[in-house]
RNA sequence: GGUCCGGUAGCUCAGCUGGAUAGAGCAUCAGCCUUCUAAGCUGAGGGUCAUUGGUUCGAAUCCAAUCCGGAUCACCA
C-alpha cells in the first residue's frame, strides 16, 4: 500500500471515530505538502468543514491529534496552516519503504490483472520511408504498451500495413517508366527510400504533365484527370484489384522491399509487433460485415445500392459504408478489422495510436461497432495524438521539408559522439562499446524528446536547434543512472540500518518521491500518458543531481549515512532505469 | 458554416479529477571542478495563465460568451 493510501485509510478511520459519519477519499484531497511548509502530506480541510459544521482548525487538530495517537508508526507530528493539515511520516517508515524495494528491479509494476489490450500503432504506407511523425506514432504506441504490460495487462502489440492503393501505385508506375530495372541492390539504396524516391519521381512527372496540358490549352481540372501518368496510375490500380499477374507481382517485389527497408528502421528504433495485419487482406472484411448490419437494420441501402449508416442522432453526419458499385470503403475494412482482431485475440480493450487528424473517423468507427453491438465496442479507444511540426508549419513532402526518421535518428546519433568525443570520459571504451553507446544516447534523446510532452498536443521540432543534451532532456537522466552505476561499482550496498536516522532534506525528497513511482505507472496508464513517465523520471534524475552534489555518498558522515545513501542511489537508479525502459530508452552504465 | 482540439515566461513545455506565493528546460546574467562522472550544481531576472463574465471560502484548472490558431465534415485512405 502506498503512503497516501494508508494516510487516506487513517484519516477515513479518524474521522469516523472522531465524527460517527462514513468517510471516503473522496472527501478530502491529499497532497504533497509544499517545500515552504513542515512535513511531507497535506489534507486539505476546507472540503469537510460544510458537513462538520466545524472551522477547518477545529478539524484539524482533532484529525491530527487523533492520526498520531492512533497511527504512531506513520505520523509523527503535524501543523495545521490556514486550513491545510501538514503531517510528517516518520523517518523510520521511509527506512521501512527504502530496505524492502531498494534492491527490488520490479519495484512499480503491478500485479496481472488477467485482462488483454491490443495497441495498434505505426500503421506505415508502403510507398515511402517514415518519417518523424511516423516516429512519434511508434514511440507512443510502443510506450504505451509497456505501461499496459507493467499495470498488469497482457499485451499485444499490432500493425496495420496500408500495403494497397493509389501510393502504391504511383511509386509502381513511375519505377516501371524511369528505373530500367534498377532495384534497391542495384542501387545500393535502402528499400523504403528507394520505393520512396519513384514516389517523388512520380510527382515530378505528373506535375510537369499537368503543366504542358495547361500550357496546351486544357483547364487545371482537366489536366489533372488527363495526365497520362495519372491514368496509367489509375488503370493499375484497377489492374491490381483484378489480380492481373505482372501488376501483383510488381506490387509484390516493391512492397517487399519496403519491407526490408522497415525491419531494418524497426529494429533500429526499437519497434515491435505481435501480430502484423495488412489492408490487402482485410480491405474485403467489409462485406460480410455490411450484410450483416443491414439486417440489424443498423444500415441502410438507397436506391443506387450504396450502403450508409446515419449518425445525424449522435450529432455527426451521414456516412457512407459500401460504394454503389459494391466495394468497401476505409471505414468498412476497419470495421472487418475490429472484429477480426476481437474474434482472434479476445481482447478487452482495442487502442488504436493513430493522428487527431482521424478523430472523427475513429469516432465514427467506434459508433458503428457499438451500433453493431460488437465485443467490447465500448473498450474501442483512439489514442490521439497531435502533429509534429516544424517552426515553418507542417511537414510537406512536395516541399521537401519532411524529417525523415533514418536521417535524423543517424543525426542524433552523430550529435552524441561529438558530445561524448568532446568530454572524453569513455575513452577506454572498444570501438562496439562506442557505437551502442551514441545509439544509446541519440536515441533516448530523440525518444525522450517527442515522449516528453502529452500525446494530445500537437508538438514543434526544430530541426536546426536539434536536440539538447542538456536539462530536460533523456541524456540528463542517463548521465545520472551512470554516476550512481559508478559509484555502485565501487561502494557494496550491504543493506541493514541503524533505525535511528535522520533524513535530512535531500534524502527525504528523494525517498518521497521514489515511492510514487508505483502510482505514476498507474496514473501513465490510466491516461495512456508516457510523458507522465518522462516528467517524473526527469524529476527524480533532478532531484538526485542536486543530492549528489550536495551530499557525499562514499564519504558520508557516517557508516550509517552512507548506507542509507547507498540504497537511495541503487533505488534511484533502479527506477529510472525501469521507467526509462517504460519509454523505449536504455540507460547506459558508463557515459 | 457544423463538430472537435488547443491558447500558461522571449522559445519549447509542465501544472487542468478546483487548494497555500503558477513551475521546469532552453536562452540571458552571476557564481561553483586538488573531493563519488560539470551531459552537473547554486542563484538572479523574466507571467494580464488569450479576453470578459459566472459558480465557489478558494479558479490557470469548472461553466458561458468572445477573439486567435489548428483539425475535420469525400462513393480518398
Not at 186 to 192: F, I
Not at 267 to 280: A, C, L, R, V
Not at 546 to 572: C, G, P, V, W
Request: hydrophobic share 40%; with cysteine.
Amino acid at each position: 500500500m502506498s503512503v497516501v493510501e494508508s494516510l487516506q485509510k487513517s484519516a477515513i478511520n479518524s474521522l469516523t471515530a472522531l465524527f460517527g459519519q462514513a468517510f471516503t477519499e473522496k472527501d478530502f484531497q491529499v497532497n504533497q505538502t509544499k517545500p515552504e511548509f513542515e512535513g511531507d502530506y497535506t489534507i486539505v480541510l476546507f472540503s469537510l468543514v460544510k458537513s462538520l459544521k466545524l472551522s477547518p482548525d477545529a478539524i484539524g487538530t482533532q484529525l491530527g491529534d487523533h492520526l498520531i495517537a492512533n497511527n504512531p508508526a506513520l505520523f509523527t507530528k503535524y501543523n495545521i496552516i490556514k486550513g491545510f493539515l501538514n503531517l510528517s511520516i516518520a523517518d523510520a517508515y521511509w527506512m521501512e519503504v527504502l530496505g524492502k524495494n531498494y534492491n527490488d528491479i520490479c519495484f512499480g509494476k503491478h500485479a496481472m490483472n488477467g485482462k488483454k489490450v491490443m495497441v495498434e500503432y505505426s500503421s506505415p504506407n508502403t510507398n515511402k520511408p517514415l518519417h518523424l511523425g511516423h516516429l512519434r506514432n511508434n514511440f507512443l504506441g510502443w510506450s504505451v504498451a509497456e505501461i499496459f504490460k507493467a499495470s498488469g495487462y497482457e499485451v499485444i502489440k499490432s500493425c496495420i500495413v496500408n500495403d494497397r492503393g493509389i501510393h502504391i501505385c504511383k511509386s509502381m508506375i513511375a519505377w516501371q517508366l524511369f528505373a530500367n530495372g534498377a532495384t534497391p541492390q542495384s542501387t545500393n539504396t535502402k528499400g523504403d527510400h528507394f520505393v520512396g524516391d519513384y514516389y517523388v519521381k512520380f510527382n515530378d512527372e505528373y506535375k510537369k504533365q499537368v503543366e504542358e496540358l495547361i500550357a496546351s490549352g486544357k483547364t487545371k481540372d482537366e489536366a489533372e484527370k488527363e495526365a497520362p501518368i495519372m491514368k496509367a496510375t489509375q488503370q493499375m490500380l484497377l489492374d491490381w484489384e483484378a489480380g492481373k499477374p505482372d501488376v501483383m507481382e510488381l506490387w509484390a517485389t516493391m512492397n517487399s522491399w519496403v519491407y526490408a527497408g522497415f525491419d531494418t528502421t524497426y529494429k533500429t528504433i526499437g519497434s515491435d509487433f505481435d501480430t502484423t495485419y495488412y489492408e490487402s487482406n482485410t480491405y474485403l472484411l467489409g462485406k460480410k460485415i455490411v450484410a450483416e448490419g443491414l439486417q440489424k437494420h443498423v444500415f441502410n441501402q438507397e436506391e443506387d445500392n450504396s450502403v450508409w449508416i446515419d449518425l445525424t442522432a449522435d450529432g455527426l453526419d451521414k456516412k457512407i459504408v459500401q460504394r454503389k458499385d459494391g466495394t468497401s470503403v476505409y471505414i468498412t475494412q476497419d470495421i472487418g478489422l475490429a472484429q477480426q482482431k476481437y474474434e482472434e485475440y479476445n481482447i478487452d480493450r482495442s487502442i488504436y495510436v493513430i493522428g487527431d487528424e482521424q478523430n472523427y473517423h475513429m469516432k465514427v468507427l467506434k459508433l458503428i461497432a457499438e451500433k453493431l453491438q460488437l465485443p467490447n465496442a465500448e473498450n474501442i479507444y483512439h489514442l490521439s495524438y497531435g502533429m509534429v511540426e516544424l517552426p515553418t508549419g507542417k511537414m510537406k513532402s512536395r516541399e521537401g521539408t519532411v524529417v525523415d526518421a533514418d536521417d535524423i535518428v543517424e543525426e542524433m546519433e552523430k550529435v552524441a559522439q561529438e558530445k561524448t568525443e568532446e568530454l572524453g570520459k569513455v575513452k577506454d571504451f572498444t570501438a562496439e562499446e562506442l557505437t551502442t553507446l551514441y545509439h544509446t544516447i541519440g536515441l533516448g534523446a530523440l525518444k525522450f524528446f517527442l515522449l516528453r510532452v502529452d500525446p494530445k498536443k500537437k508538438m514543434i521540432f526544430n530541426p536546426e536547434e536539434s536536440i539538447d543534451f542538456h536539462g530536460f532532456t533523456g541524456p540528463f537522466i542517463q548521465f545520472n543512472h551512470a554516476r550512481i552505476k559508478s559509484i555502485l561499482r565501487k561502494e557494496p550496498v550491504i543493506g541493514n540500518l541503524d533505525l535511528g536516522i535522520v533524513f535530512l532534506p535531500l534524502e527525504k525528497e528523494l525517498i518521497v518521491a521514489l515511492e510514487q513511482y508505483p502510482n505514476v505507472v498507474k496514473q501513465a496508464c490510466d491516461e495512456m500518458n508516457p510523458s507522465a513517465i518522462a516528467i517524473y523520471v526527469y524529476n527524480i534524475a533532478k532531484t538526485f543531481s542536486s543530492f549528489y552534489t550536495e551530499h557525499s555518498i562514499a564519504n558520508a558522515e557516517t557508516d550509517n549515512k552512507k548506507q542509507l545513501r547507498l540504497q537511495l542511489a541503487s533505488m534511484t537508479a533502479n527506477v529510472i532505469k525501469s521507467g526509462m525502459s517504460l519509454l523505449g530508452v536504455a540507460v547506459p552504465e558508463r557515459m
